[in-house]
């Protein structure tokens, strides 16, 4: 389980400014399709970053 201090901690350390890490959107999207099954940026329509958040925020804790 993932608690809502733990997913902050994970925006801060990944998302700088809507960067995240050294990702281009393309890779970032075939990063996130390869670990989760979803390209985020393509199914929020956000920055990688905005994406990240969006995905934390509605994912489920377990």
């Known amino acids: 389980m ?4 733990e997913k902050q901690y ?3 350390l990944l998302n ?3 960067y995240v890490l050294n990702f281009s959107t393309y890779s ?3 990063f996130t399709i ?3 099954g979803i ?3 393509n199914h929020y329509g ?3 970053g905005k994406s990240l958040e969006a995905f934390l925020v ?3 804790p377990d």
């Open 2 to 5: 993932i608690t809502n201090i």
């Open 28 to 30: 970032f999207n075939v």
């Open 58 to 60: 509605e994912c489920s």
């Open 39 to 41: 390209a985020l940026c």
């Open 16 to 18: 700088r400014d809507g």
């Open 10 to 12: 994970f925006i801060n």
């Open 46 to 48: 956000l920055s990688k």
């Open 34 to 36: 390869n670990s989760i």
